[in-house]
């Protein structure tokens, strides 16, 4: 069973950064690619960020490209979302996922974390 644990989601202001935190269980890294998805008040869960574990490629949704960033630390389980110049459109709750290939799809992930919440004021 793969557990995941999001952490490190608050309220910034627009501009500023956060760093969220996907602890996974231990195997998982071997088995599965990590991505991060969001949802917003009243809209469908979207893709925002994926790592290949086997391979390292990332791949990010457009609005978010050359702001967040997608890491993971081997030794510590752990897959990382740094997002910087933060503005409103990007508050939401943010997701951590795994499934056997990065797809930018809900439906190609097998395993889900609880969500934590990214507000970001104007």
């Known amino acids: 069973q793969v557990q995941l644990v999001e952490s490190g989601g608050g309220l910034v202001q627009a501009g500023g950064s956060l760093r969220l935190a996907c602890a996974t269980s231990?195997?998982?890294?071997?088995?599965?690619?990590m991505a991060w998805f969001r949802q917003a008040p009243g809209k469908e869960r979207e893709f925002v960020a994926g790592i290949g574990w086997s391979t390292g490629m990332t791949s990010y949704t457009g609005s978010v490209k050359g702001r967040f960033a997608i890491t993971g630390d081997n030794a510590k389980s752990t897959v990382y979302l740094q997002m910087n110049s933060l503005n409103p459109e990007d508050t939401a709750v943010y997701y951590c996922?795994?499934?056997?290939?990065?797809?930018?799809?809900?439906?190609?992930?097998?395993?889900w974390g609880q969500g934590t919440q990214v507000t970001v004021s104007s």
């Open positions: 996922a795994a499934g056997r290939a990065m797809v930018p799809r809900t439906e190609g992930y097998e395993y």
């Open positions: 231990g195997r998982t890294f071997s088995r599965y690619s």
